[in-house]
């Protein structure tokens, strides 16, 4: 207890068949960020600058979806979007539909930092990025060869591609995708889950901040908006905690389901372990979705309903953990 | 139980010398919105459908900050945005970015209802809309003499109007701010429950003035402007940026769920404890049919009713429930 704490994550929903190779790259990853985030702490870096570290180094590796890796809209193209949260003020910055601004979450910061709104999308956020010297490459450089060929998949599927690897949690064993198209917002589609990735950090004294990034749904809707940027939905912090959300936009939103983290550790007294599972169990529906949490007192937490989720986790007192399955 | 429903025009430092031609027409309004939206509940139309038709009817009047009178972005251009929510089902819909449509707040349910997700903004909800056959116009429409003017004063003065409640003095210099500089923005939103406890909220707005190209503010997030669940509907207006932070919406609710305040304790603890004063304020309904309307600012611009008969019609805290 006390003491600083970090989480990361790299998405909920995860093939049970994933290849052995692709999970070791997912946990090397997992690990590489965890000490960045891990030595930066020893550095008495604040909780802020920690989580917004930890997810650039995840944008710019195209393992995971967010930056460069990013799920593709229906017009082939990235639209990023990206929100961070400072839990001392409980100041924060958004974007979305970003398509030339390299880091995403840096964008997002600047936009708490640097503009006098909270939240800016498109060419507006594209204008601001310019003025602020950001750095912006193009389009393509985001775009990797695996979601070329996913998208091509979704398309002839004709198809939201959400999480190819999400049987039903609970279900018989090797429950097939195949078989009853699952839901989402009650629309058959086909599941797919692009992985969203976030940090969450409590700093040595006590601050938590949380960051998460995107490149949301494959195949979507240009203009569509996820999770990702809305505060209270895929990230909050607050002096209590700070948490980030993967999975399902539509029902982490609906359940604004960061908040409600923070919610009933605010006003029920829930400790975070609890506060984290009451959300995963009560607030999800039928919804799919994980989170990672950290407390202002050192404790981190993570929960999900799906097959796995990619996600790591570290503490002051020397506890360290890489995972991907329950 | 019973229905009832509230309203609201925008909470912000409405002066109490407002000149009675600036104050009727949206005292007015109000009282109209008010009358077709009880009308629609005890026609038994769904909440859903009514707090859609109040919010068309007063983004249709440009007297307010939403549709057509919706402030502008320091381009003297319009960005409107909006969402609307299903208490029982917790279906919602939200756009940003539209500068066409004539009635967002029906495509946001639109985005709700046809489309597999959530949140459309900017070209992509055009296009949407489009696709919708929804109506359009040119974005002209949209603007008002009134708020170019307002516009013009801000950038003279250069820096972010926050209210648009505030009338346009032509030949005074610019406003004294207040302490932190700015009161609040104008937002329309209406909050509706049945007989039967079922919830819906909607809010629309076009934004703060002078605000940046692709700012996005509180009115098309969830949990923010507007939020909907069993046991309360929500409607937040004033500053976005507050609004978002403190998840004023969403908060009401949640202080009603887990710490088992009625509707009222809720708003007013949300608005007196969540986010500075001058900041916001809101309108919500209980699924047992209670109303309130809570400010922390000068004003705001707002009606409520209930089945049991009584009615209210108000602008400043003072007159507040």
Known sequence: ?326 | MGWAIAVQGGAGDIPVTLAAERREPCEAAMRHCLKIGVDALKAQKSPLDVVELVVRELENNPHFNAGRGSVLTREGTVEMEASIMDGNTKRCGAVSGLTTVVNPISLARLVMEKTPHIYLAFDGAERFAREQGVETVDSSHFITQENIERLKQVQEANRVQIDYTKPIQKDEKKETPTADGDSQIGTVGCVAVDSHGNLASATSTGGFVNKMVGRIGDTPIIGAGTYANNLCAVSATGKGEAVMRATIARDVAALMEFKGLSLKEAAAYVIEECVPRGNAGLVAVSAKGEVTMALNTTGMYRACATEDGYSEIGIWSSVQN
């Open chain 1, 1 to 326: 207890m006390g003491g600083w704490a970090i989480a990361v994550h790299g998405g909920a929903g995860v093939d049970p068949n994933l290849p052995p190779h692709v999970q070791e790259e997912a946990k090397k990853l997992l690990t590489r960020c965890l000490n960045l985030g891990i030595s930066a702490l020893r550095s008495n870096h604040s909780a802020i600058d920690v989580v917004e570290l930890v997810v650039r180094e995840l944008e710019t590796d195209p393992l995971f979806n967010s930056g460069r890796g990013s799920a593709l809209t229906a017009n082939g193209t990235v639209e990023m979007e990206a929100s961070i949260m400072d839990g001392k003020g409980r100041r924060c910055g958004a974007v979305s539909g970003l398509t030339t601004v390299k880091n995403p979450v840096s964008l997002a910061r600047l936009v708490m930092d640097k503009s006098p709104h909270s939240y800016l999308a498109f060419s507006g956020a594209e204008d601001f990025a310019r003025q602020q010297g950001v750095e912006l490459v193009e389009n393509e450089y985001f775009v990797t060869e695996e979601n070329v060929g996913m998208l091509k998949l979704a398309k002839e599927a004709n198809t939201i591609v959400f999480d190819y690897r999400i049987p039903a949690v609970g279900s018989e064993t090797c429950s097939a995708v195949a078989e009853s198209p699952l839901q989402m917002n009650g629309l058959p589609i086909s599941v797919y889950a692009p992985e969203t990735v976030g940090c969450v950090v409590v700093d040595n004294q006590g601050r938590c901040a949380a960051a998460t990034s995107t490149g949301g749904l494959m195949n979507k809707m240009n203009g569509r908006i996820g999770d990702s940027p809305l505060i209270g939905a895929g990230t909050y912090a607050c002096n209590l905690c700070g948490v980030s959300c993967t999975g399902e936009g539509e029902a982490i939103i609906r359940g604004t389901l960061a908040r409600e983290v923070a919610a009933v550790m605010e006003y029920k007294g829930l400790s975070l372990q609890e506060a984290v599972d009451f959300v995963i169990k009560e607030r999800l529906d039928e919804g799919f979705a994980g989170l990672i949490a950290v407390s202002n007192k050192g404790d981190v937490a993570c929960g999900f309903n799906t097959t796995g989720m990619f996600r790591g986790c570290a503490t002051e007192d020397g506890f360290m953990e890489v995972g991907i399955w329950e």
